[in-house]
């Protein structure tokens, strides 16, 4: 029971049934707030306990200052955990570990039990194997079953052993989709000393686009696993009440332009403008005129412009996408009579207070594509040839990609103004410049031929698009894309055209309800005559699962070192995540990834090119197969009703024969089985005592890895293949596992010693502590050699020697995966010191016991003359233990002649509840110290 002292508790009628609720109408000046910090006083307010959560915390939210940086920190309580089985797996073994560790403290394992609602989808596991074949689905599944058969007998124990926990099995759909069109509650109830309390919906998740849930006005963000196992076990997540950005929109979309272009847009413009930490905030006109798919298309892309949410508030869109997707009438009026009556339905009329206004006139937004390596790198489509001509020969002719402020000299050095037909460093000869030549970059041709499976005979070049894959909760939520796809592979069919042969299609959609109105509006013929047949209810490429290319692709791009192409209507394009023959990546609507698909190449021009010739010999250009914006809304209104959300999620936790035939072991306790090469126990807690140790200095510490800016958690986490001469592929092949069973990193997680193995393994990643070599290497100090990155961190632990990580700007961007900093920890890693960090990697760091800290401002590792040689002392760490933080710690880097660079760290631990965690060796350890204690 809060403590309640504004006295803001009341009740709400609604029908025949009565909530108690917390009034923000009883604080004077939380009316003025933005409708998400409403969510954080509305939050506040019920869980004040006069301890974590003061009176003090409320009038702070209460006098929030727009302009102010933040400074006050609050206790924020999710309601609900959601989880994707990637990372939802180790939270399970570590809660199972957890349970162990607490009896052996003299506790009560009992109490490890999720506190509030947990719910974790099986989604990144399926490969895209088998394509272009109407079984493909049914084989992927088996594929699935296969390789993931330990995990999920796992996933099922978890599901009996702990209370408030459900698993959605595999063969569904994607998290964030299931989210908003199930999960999400939008108003949450539950019982609390005999009354039912009504509060907004709120939640964290595993996966950094938990933020799609934005789109339906829950405020959620994605965190890394170790704290969302802290938030199932009752921990507030410590935050900083954020500056919040109001975004307005106007207008309307044009004809030819897609949500998908409109939230590549936002990303480009919220990148540039820079919200990292912030919350962003739509508003305006124009808020009621955008359909909840394309709200929760752009809440998705939050972490790709670096926002901690992107959230649209709760209006008459919000409550009628509700009523469709079969949510019962008694919710949807609590929904609408919850949100009038605290403030938070959304008023046009009304400007509540703003940190910085950015706007977008909608009609403004032109179709695009994005890449080829970040999702903020939008471009326009009219530009993408030449886009495609001026990046290729960044990743031909060199024996890596240029780093970004290298571009205009390597072009130069490449491609001599005065010599446009020139060889490249690696002989390739370069043809004349065609038209869409710029900067007098020639175009770079590598003809190759290749004879496919069934005989043909084609050739590739560099550009080939090898991948088209409509994949991802992004755009497979959204109707409006989805079905415009649909229409557009009609057109094409009807007017004969055919995607190239060298292109791996496929339809991956993030959950059923997208084949039913495909059934319904009869569009999956004409997919599967041009190949997207269904392949699968997952992620797939959008995570790295799009599955080999065909052997006799594979082998051409690899013996010729071709630069080949993936579109793909997903989220994220970094470096060497999508396919590792696959160097270029792009982000696309998924109708233009069946238009590339038809193209076959990104040396192409949609206004000037046709793709193909129809019956009668006529040029056939993208302007004649594309659908119009009334035939997409009508296809909309025909096709898509409330029973097929009822009937596809009637059953959702059930499963399908195969998920109900695993045998499922039972008890309290997880049976570890010592042979099991995909769940282990870990070591976090082992000679664990009740009293934390004090903190210590760090004093000889080497280099581990010195890299440059945007490392994103792609480069540092374990994601993708496991190559068999890899650490952890020699580990799998020693535990007896055949090559073919290797599965994915993913898949394994659950096991820390194929993922610590895998840490920093990326095949893009370039440790500057090595000349030109990609991958997870390192030059061993103490043996003076190259080695892999996990070789020669075991050498250094048994030597007793620890390890800093040397980084640049905006250092672990990208996805909220915990392994990231779990396997910088158990790899020995007791500092990271960079130019800045991005706000999961930086959290899951001190997370996990590893120091965050920061060059001083203006500083890097080359201004300072650090190559990565020195051996590093940190003093003043210690301090910690007085019970405040530093503010500053002092860094002596002593080269091999003696030399030494002394600077001054910022120490980037930002709350009192981050010094806890870090104090405890971890957040992990904390927890399990206050519950044996209390």
Same mark, same amino acid.
């Given at each position: 029971?809060?403590?309640?002292?504004?006295?803001?508790?009341?009740?709400?009628?609604?029908?025949?049934?009565?909530?108690?609720?917390?009034?923000?109408?009883?604080?004077?000046?939380?009316?003025?707030?933005?409708?998400s910090?409403?969510?954080?006083?509305e939050?506040?307010?019920?869980?004040?306990?006069?301890?974590?959560?003061?009176?003090d915390?409320?009038?702070?939210?209460a006098?929030?200052?727009?302009?102010?940086?933040?400074?006050?920190?609050?206790?924020?309580?999710?309601?609900?955990?959601?989880?994707?089985?990637?990372?939802?797996?180790?939270c399970?073994v570590?809660?199972?570990?957890?349970?162990?560790?607490?009896?052996?403290?003299?506790?009560?394992?009992?109490?490890?039990?999720?506190?509030?609602?947990?719910?974790?989808?099986?989604?990144?596991?399926?490969?895209?194997?088998?394509?272009?074949?109407?079984?493909?689905?049914?084989?992927?599944?088996e594929?699935?079953?296969?390789?993931?058969?330990?995990?999920?007998?796992?996933?099922?124990?978890?599901?009996t052993?702990?209370d408030?926990f459900?698993?959605?099995?595999?063969?569904?759909?994607?998290?964030?989709?299931?989210?908003?069109?199930?999960?999400?509650?939008?108003t949450?109830?539950?019982g609390?000393?005999?009354?039912?309390?009504?509060y907004?919906?709120?939640?964290?998740?595993t996966d950094s686009?938990?933020?799609?849930?934005?789109?339906?006005?829950?405020?959620?963000?994605?965190?890394?696993?170790?704290?969302?196992?802290?938030?199932?076990?009752?921990?507030?997540?410590?935050?900083?009440?954020?500056?919040?950005?109001?975004?307005?929109?106007?207008?309307s979309?044009?004809?030819?332009?897609?949500?998908?272009?409109?939230?590549?847009?936002?990303?480009?413009?919220?990148?540039?403008?820079?919200?990292?930490?912030?919350?962003?905030?739509?508003?305006g006109?124009?808020?009621?005129?955008?359909p909840?798919?394309?709200?929760?298309?752009?809440?998705?892309?939050?972490?790709?412009?670096?926002s901690t949410?992107a959230?649209?508030?709760?209006?008459?869109?919000?409550?009628?996408?509700?009523?469709?997707? *079969? !949510?019962?009438?008694?919710? $949807?009026?609590?929904?609408? /009579?919850?949100a009038? #009556?605290?403030? %938070?339905? =959304?008023? &046009?009329?009304?400007?509540?207070?703003?940190?910085?206004?950015?706007?977008?006139d909608?009609?403004?937004?032109?179709p695009?594509?994005?890449?080829?390596?970040?999702?903020?790198?939008?471009?326009?489509?009219?530009?993408?040839?030449?886009?495609?001509?001026?990046?290729?020969?960044?990743?031909?002719?060199?024996?890596?990609?240029?780093?970004?402020?290298?571009?205009?000299?390597?072009v130069?050095?490449?491609f001599?103004?005065s010599?446009p037909?020139?060889?490249?460093?690696d002989?390739?000869?370069?043809?004349?410049?065609?038209?869409?030549?710029?900067?007098?970059? *020639? !175009?770079?041709?590598?003809? $190759?031929?290749?004879?496919? /499976?069934?005989?043909r #005979?084609?050739? %590739?070049? =560099?550009? &080939?698009?090898?991948?088209?894959?409509?994949?991802?909760?992004?755009?497979?939520?959204n109707?409006?894309?989805?079905?415009?796809?649909?229409?557009?592979?009609?057109?094409?069919v009807?007017?004969?055209?055919?995607?190239?042969?060298?292109?791996?299609?496929?339809?991956?959609?993030?959950?059923k309800?997208?084949?039913?109105?495909?059934?319904?509006?009869?569009?999956?013929?004409y997919?599967?005559?041009?190949?997207?047949?269904?392949?699968?209810?997952?992620c797939?490429t959008?995570?790295?699962?799009?599955?080999?290319?065909?052997?006799e692709?594979?082998?051409a791009?690899n013996?010729?070192?071709?630069? $080949?192409?993936?579109?793909?209507?997903?989220?994220?394009?970094?470096?060497?995540?999508?396919?590792?023959?696959?160097?270029?990546?792009?982000?696309?609507?998924?109708?233009?990834?069946?238009?590339y698909?038809?193209?076959g190449?990104?040396?192409?021009d949609?206004?000037?090119?046709?793709?193909?010739?129809?019956?009668?010999?006529?040029?056939?250009?993208?302007?004649?197969?594309?659908?119009?914006?009334?035939?997409?809304?009508a296809?909309?209104?025909?096709?898509?009703?409330?029973?097929?959300?009822?009937?596809?999620?009637?059953?959702?936790?059930?499963?399908?024969?195969?998920?109900?035939?695993?045998?499922?072991?039972?008890?309290?306790?997880?049976?570890?089985?010592?042979?099991?090469?995909?769940?282990?126990?870990?070591?976090?807690?082992?000679?664990?005592?009740?009293?934390?140790?004090?903190?210590q200095?760090?004093?000889g510490a080497?280099?581990?890895?010195?890299?440059?800016?945007?490392?994103?958690?792609?480069?540092?986490?374990?994601?993708?293949?496991?190559?068999?001469?890899?650490?952890?592929?020699?580990?799998?092949?020693?535990?007896?596992?055949?090559?073919?069973?290797?599965?994915?990193?993913?898949?394994?997680?659950?096991?820390?010693?194929?993922?610590?193995?895998?840490?920093?393994?990326?095949?893009?990643?370039?440790?500057?502590?090595?000349?030109?070599?990609?991958g997870?290497?390192?030059?061993?100090?103490?043996?003076?050699?190259?080695?892999?990155?996990?070789?020669?961190?075991?050498?250094?632990?048994?030597?007793?020697?620890?390890?800093?990580?040397?980084?640049?700007?905006?250092?672990g961007?990208?996805?909220?995966?915990?392994?990231?900093?779990?396997?910088?920890?158990?790899?020995?890693?007791?500092?990271?010191?960079?130019?800045?960090?991005?706000?999961?990697?930086?959290?899951?760091?001190?997370?996990?016991?590893?120091?965050?800290?920061?060059?001083?401002?203006g500083?890097?590792?080359?201004?300072?003359g650090?190559?990565?040689?020195?051996?590093?002392?940190?003093?003043?760490?210690?301090?910690?233990?007085?019970?405040?933080?530093?503010?500053?710690?002092?860094?002596?880097?002593?080269?091999?002649?003696?030399?030494?660079v002394?600077?001054?760290?910022?120490?980037?631990?930002?709350?009192?509840?981050?010094?806890?965690?870090?104090?405890?060796?971890?957040?992990?350890?904390?927890?399990?110290?206050?519950?044996?204690?209390?």
């Open positions: 029971m809060s403590t309640d002292s504004f006295k803001s508790r009341g009740t709400l009628e609604v029908g025949e049934k009565s909530y108690e609720i917390y009034r923000l109408a009883a604080v004077e000046g939380l009316d003025r707030l933005p409708y910090l409403k969510v954080l006083a939050n506040l307010l019920r869980t004040e306990d006069g301890k974590n959560v003061t009176a915390h409320v009038r702070a939210l006098t929030w200052d727009p302009a102010a940086q933040p400074s006050t920190e609050i206790q924020f309580t999710p309601a609900r955990v959601v989880m994707q089985d990637f990372t939802g797996v180790p399970v570590d809660l199972a570990t957890m349970r162990e560790a607490v009896a052996e403290l003299g506790g009560d394992p009992a109490r490890i039990n999720p506190l509030a609602p947990a719910e974790l989808v099986i989604d990144h596991s399926v490969v895209i194997d088998v394509f272009g074949r109407e079984d493909a689905f049914e084989r992927n599944v594929l699935e079953y296969g390789r993931n058969k330990e995990r999920y007998q796992f996933l099922r124990w978890g599901q052993a702990f408030d459900k698993v959605v099995p595999p063969g569904t759909g994607i998290v964030h989709q299931v989210n908003i069109e199930y999960l999400a509650r939008v949450m109830t539950r609390v000393d005999g009354v039912v309390q009504a907004p919906d709120t939640c964290v998740g686009h938990t933020t799609m849930v934005n789109g339906l006005g829950v405020l959620g963000w994605g965190v890394g696993g170790i704290e969302a196992e802290a938030a199932m076990l009752g921990q507030p997540v410590s935050m900083l009440i954020p500056r919040v950005v109001g975004f307005k929109l106007s207008g979309i044009p004809p030819g332009a897609t949500a998908t272009d409109v939230v590549l847009t936002i990303t480009e413009m919220l990148r540039e403008h820079g919200v990292v930490g912030k919350f962003v905030e739509f508003y006109e124009g808020v009621a005129a955008v909840l798919a394309n709200r929760a298309t752009i809440g998705n892309m939050s972490p790709e412009f670096g949410a959230i649209f508030p709760i209006d008459q869109v919000t409550v009628d996408y509700l009523r469709l997707t *079969g !949510r019962e009438e008694e919710q $949807v009026a609590l929904v609408e /009579a919850y009038k #009556e605290q403030g %938070l339905w =959304h008023d &046009a009329s009304r400007e509540p207070a703003f940190s910085e206004y950015l706007e977008l909608l009609s403004t937004v032109v695009s594509i994005a890449g080829p390596k970040r999702p903020q790198d939008r471009i326009a489509l009219t530009d993408a040839k030449s886009a495609f001509a001026e990046a290729l020969p960044h990743y031909v002719g060199a024996e890596e990609p240029f780093a970004e402020n290298e571009l205009d000299e390597a130069e050095d490449t001599p103004a010599d037909i020139a060889v490249g460093t002989g390739v000869e370069r043809a004349e410049p065609h038209h869409h030549t710029h900067l007098g970059i *020639g !175009r770079v041709s590598k003809k $190759v031929p290749v004879t496919m /499976a069934d005989g #005979e084609t050739e %590739l070049d =560099h550009g &080939a698009v090898v991948i088209s894959s409509i994949t991802s909760c992004t755009n497979t939520s109707p409006s894309v989805m079905l415009a796809a649909g229409l557009l592979a009609k057109n094409a009807e007017r004969g055209l055919q995607v190239k042969p060298w292109v791996k299609t496929s339809m991956a959609p993030g959950s309800v997208v084949s039913d109105y495909y059934d319904k509006a009869g569009l999956w013929p997919l599967e005559n041009l190949g997207y047949h269904l392949v699968g209810y997952g797939t959008c995570i790295g699962n799009s599955g080999p290319l065909p052997e692709i594979s082998a791009v013996a010729n070192d071709l630069s $080949v192409a993936s579109v793909l209507s997903g989220n994220r394009n970094f470096e060497g995540r999508i396919n590792p023959d696959v160097k270029m990546n792009y982000l696309a609507s998924p109708p233009l990834v069946i238009a698909g038809l193209a190449t990104m040396d192409f949609f206004a000037g090119e046709p793709l193909g010739q129809d019956k009668d010999g006529q040029d056939v250009f993208l302007a004649d197969i594309w659908p119009t914006a009334a035939d997409v809304d296809t909309i209104a025909s096709s898509i009703d409330r029973e097929m959300f009822t009937k596809d999620y009637a059953d959702v936790f059930a499963g399908d024969e195969r998920w109900r035939a695993l045998e499922t072991p039972e008890g309290d306790t997880f049976d570890w089985q010592p042979d099991s090469t995909y769940v282990r126990k870990p070591p976090y807690f082992e000679g664990m005592s009740v009293d934390p140790e004090p903190v200095d760090i004093t080497r280099v581990l890895a010195k890299l440059g800016d945007s490392v994103t958690t792609d480069h540092i986490s374990p994601a993708g293949s496991i190559k068999p001469d890899s650490p952890a592929g020699t580990y799998l092949a020693e535990h007896g596992v055949a090559r073919r069973d290797f599965n994915s990193y993913g898949s394994r997680r659950g096991n820390h010693e194929v993922m610590i193995r895998g840490t920093f393994a990326n095949i893009r990643l370039r440790n500057q502590l090595l000349d030109g070599v990609e997870g290497f390192t030059k061993n100090f103490l043996t003076g050699e190259q080695a892999a990155i996990f070789d020669a961190a075991q050498d250094y632990a048994e030597a007793g020697v620890p390890l800093v990580i040397l980084g640049g700007k905006e250092y961007s990208g996805s909220s995966r915990d392994w990231a900093a779990k396997g910088t920890a158990l790899l020995g890693v007791r500092a990271v010191i960079t130019e800045s960090f991005e706000r999961i990697h930086r959290s899951n760091l001190i997370g996990m016991g590893v120091l965050p800290l920061q060059f001083p401002a500083q890097n590792a080359d201004s300072l650090l190559d990565g040689t020195e051996t590093f002392d940190v003093a003043g760490v210690t301090g910690l233990n007085e019970g405040t933080t530093p503010s500053t710690v002092e860094v002596t880097a002593t080269k091999e002649d003696g030399s030494v002394e600077f001054d760290a910022v120490v980037r631990i930002d709350t009192p509840g981050e010094a806890d965690y870090f104090r405890n060796g971890g957040i992990l350890q904390y927890v399990l110290r206050q519950l044996v204690k209390a």
